[in-house]
Each structure stands twice: as structure tokens, then as C-alpha cells.
Nanobody, 120 residues
Framework: QVQLVESGGGLVQAGGSLTLSCAAS????????MGWYRQTPGKERHVVAT????????????NYAEPVMGRFTISRDNARNTLYLQMNNLKPEDTAVYYC?????????WGQGTQVTVSS
């Protein structure tokens, strides 16, 4: 069982930046595929960015949803068991609850979510 705890959400003006963090309670953090999803009221949860574990000695593969390409950057610090999402040039349509996701061995885990609100 992996516990994921997000932090870093808040209220920001359009054009501003926020960095989300996700702390994972696992000693095998580097083995997990990780990512960020977001959800608005009444709508499905959608992927924002993912970082997949490829294997020892290989670069990790990052993928982004089209709406955030060029503005968001996903990264991970395996030594700190932490996943990040740097969000720049935020837009009102980025307003959502952001969830941290982790997966290993076909099992997915979710954080409790952190609210990001972008004012126009």
C-alpha cells in the first residue's frame, strides 16, 4: 500500500506559477510510474502528465496532455520519494483538483487531491 500526499495547490492569477509536490510512502519509489491528473466538478478525471519507469540505466519517459504542453513540467526526485509538477503561465481553464497517481504491478494509487484555482 502506497500513500500519496499532495501539496502546493492554491489560488493564483492567470499567468502565474505554482509547483505541486507529491510525497510517496514507499522505499521503491523509483520503480513506480507516476503522474498527475486533474478533475473539475461534474467531469471525469483527466491525465495532465505522466512519468513512466522504463528501467535501470534508462531515461524516464515523460508525457503531457496537449493543453499543458510547454507550460507544465513533471519531474521526480527518487532520493526524496517525491513527484513534482511545475506549472507556468497558468490559465483559468487549469482550475481543478489535481491528483497524484502512482502505479506499479498493475495497481494504481491516488492522493487526496489539491485544489488549484486560477483567477482571470
Amino acid at each position: 500500500q502506497v500513500q500519496l500526499v499532495e501539496s502546493g495547490g492554491g489560488l493564483v492569477q492567470a499567468g502565474g506559477s505554482l509547483t505541486l509536490s507529491c510525497a510517496a510512502s514507499t522505499r521503491t519509489f523509483r520503480n513506480y510510474a507516476m503522474g498527475w491528473y486533474r478533475q473539475t466538478p461534474g467531469k471525469e478525471r483527466h491525465v495532465v502528465a505522466t512519468m513512466l519507469y522504463i528501467g535501470m540505466g534508462s531515461s524516464e519517459s515523460s508525457n503531457y496532455a496537449e493543453p499543458v504542453m510547454g507550460r507544465f513540467t513533471i519531474s521526480r526526485d527518487n532520493a526524496r520519494n517525491t513527484l513534482y509538477l511545475q506549472m507556468n503561465n497558468l490559465k483559468p481553464e487549469d482550475t481543478a483538483v489535481y491528483y497524484c497517481w502512482a502505479s506499479e504491478g498493475g495497481i494504481s494509487y491516488w492522493g487526496q487531491g489539491t485544489q488549484v484555482t486560477v483567477s482571470s
